[in-house]
C-alpha cells in the first residue's frame, strides 16, 4: 500500500497533495474530498485510495478498480470561478491528467467528451467533478481521477470498453511517479485557472479530441441531440451542427455514430 511519506517524497509542487490523505480502503475519495472541503480544507488538499467501496462516476454510476493496481484520487479545488464557468475545471483535471500520462509513457491518448481519456478505442480514465456553489459563484470543487494504470482483466461487463495503461502499452508504470506528475501539471495549469484563463486548457482539450467532425448523439436525461461536433465553446459546452442550426451542450453522454 502506499504511504504518505513515499508519496510526498520528491513532489515538487506547493499546493496539490501538500495536504494528503491516504486510505487503503475508502468508501470514494471523492465522498471523503468533499467532507474536507465542506469543513474549510485548503485547495489542493488530496485524498488517495488503494480501494475504493462506493467508487462513483457520473450519473450516478459506480466506478469500478482492482484494489492497488491503479490511481483513485481527489483533490479539492477553490478558484474563483462564476458557476457558468465551473464545467471548465473538467477539462483543467483531463488535460493534467493526458499531459502527465504522455510525459510518462510517450504515448498519444484521446480527449472524449466530457471527461474520459481513451487509449486505443477504450476508456482508461474518468473524472468525476463535484461542484458546490455560494450564490453565483463557486464554493469549492472536488475533481476525482479514476485512472486504470496497471489492472490487466476487466470484468466481462467492462472487457469490451475499458482499459487500462499497462494493458495497451505493454508495460507496468510506476504510479507513484505518474500521481506526483499528474499533481505536477496540474499545479502548473492551475495558475492560468485561478486567473480565469481556460484558453489553454481548452486549446490542449481540443487537439486531444477525436470527435471534432464526426456524427455524434449526446444524450442527457430525456433530451437527445445528433450533430457534427464542432469545438469545445469558450464555456465548456459541446458545439453541434445539427439540423436546427449550432447548438452547444452542458452536460450528457456523447456516442459517435459515424
Ligand atoms: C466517470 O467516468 O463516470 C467518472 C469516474 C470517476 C471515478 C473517480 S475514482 C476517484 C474518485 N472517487 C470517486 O468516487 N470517483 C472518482
Known amino acids: 500500500m502506499f504511504s504518505k511519506e513515499e508519496l510526498q517524497n520528491g513532489l515538487k509542487t506547493k499546493t496539490f497533495g501538500h495536504k494528503l490523505f491516504v486510505f487503503e480502503k475508502i468508501d470514494s475519495t471523492n465522498a471523503c474530498a468533499k467532507t474536507l472541503a465542506e469543513a474549510g480544507t485548503e485547495e489542493g488538499a488530496t485524498v488517495i485510495a488503494e480501494f475504493q467501496t462506493e467508487g462513483r462516476g457520473r450519473f450516478g454510476r459506480p466506478w469500478q478498480a482492482e484494489p492497488g493496481e491503479?490511481?483513485?484520487?481527489?483533490s479539492v479545488l477553490r478558484p474563483t470561478v462564476l458557476k457558468d464557468n465551473s464545467s471548465l475545471l473538467t477539462y483543467f483535471a483531463a488535460v493534467s491528467v493526458a499531459r502527465a500520462v504522455e510525459k510518462a509513457s510517450s504515448c498519444s491518448l484521446e480527449c472524449k467528451w466530457p471527461n474520459d481519456l481513451y487509449l486505443n478505442g477504450k476508456k482508461f480514465c474518468g473524472?468525476?467533478?463535484e461542484n458546490s456553489f455560494k450564490q453565483s459563484s463557486l464554493?469549492?470543487?472536488?475533481v476525482g481521477v479514476g485512472l486504470n494504470v496497471n489492472?490487466?482483466?476487466?470484468?466481462?461487463?467492462?472487457?469490451?470498453?475499458?482499459t487500462s495503461l499497462a494493458q495497451e502499452l505493454n508495460v507496468d508504470i510506476d504510479r507513484k511517479e505518474l500521481f506526483q506528475r499528474i499533481l505536477q501539471e496540474m499545479e502548473t495549469l492551475y495558475e492560468s485557472v485561478k486567473e480565469g484563463d481556460f484558453s489553454e486548457i481548452i486549446r490542449d482539450w481540443n487537439k486531444r479530441c477525436k470527435m471534432?467532425?464526426?456524427?455524434?448523439?449526446?444524450?442527457?436525461?430525456?433530451?437527445?441531440?445528433?450533430?457534427?461536433?464542432?469545438?469545445?465553446?469558450?464555456?465548456?459546452?459541446?458545439m453541434l451542427e445539427t439540423s436546427g442550426g449550432l447548438r452547444t451542450v452542458y452536460a450528457g453522454d456523447a456516442t459517435i455514430v459515424r
Open 212 to 238: 471534432f467532425g464526426k456524427q455524434i448523439t449526446v444524450r442527457g436525461g430525456k433530451e437527445e441531440l445528433t450533430g457534427t461536433a464542432v469545438r469545445l465553446s469558450d464555456d465548456g459546452g459541446l
Open 127 to 129: 473524472i468525476l467533478l
Open 139 to 142: 464554493d469549492y470543487s472536488v
Open 70 to 74: 491503479n490511481l483513485l484520487f481527489s
Open 151 to 162: 489492472q490487466r482483466t476487466f470484468n466481462e461487463q467492462l472487457a469490451d470498453r475499458a
